[in-house]
């Protein structure tokens, strides 16, 4: 049941709240033995905040969870690789698995060559067809 599919719909979920709020839809789970500890979604356009990616989000609101800055026995399920500047946050986090959608082949981390943190587990193309649809479908309908 509790499967790396069943928080990656989660995600998909907060990308879907996301994209209600006419927001990039990029949503994100944070859990820690079985249990949901933080959800998230994309709100730079809301916060008026270049900063609030739903990685960064999620990472504050985990580590005020469980009081403790380190994300250790955590896994973060994202729906699109993470950009640079998500993968130094949770780089310095150091969240012990992330679990990737789909791929940003221009703005994910994986093609700077940037990597996490070396002892982050990390697993691509979860729900890789549904993460990406919905990202795509979101910049079509604004051309
Ligand atoms: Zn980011």
Redesign the pocket.
Known sequence: MFTDEYYMKMALQEAQTALEKDEVPIGCVIVSNNRVIAKSHNLTETLNDVTA????QAITSAANYLGGKYLQNCTMYVTLE??????G?LNWSQISKVVIGARDEQ?GFINKHLTLHPKTEIVLDVLEAQCSQIVKDFFQNKR
């Not at 993470?82 to 993968?87: A, E």
């Open positions: 990616h739903a990685e960064m993470p950009c640079v500047m998500c993968c946050a703005r």
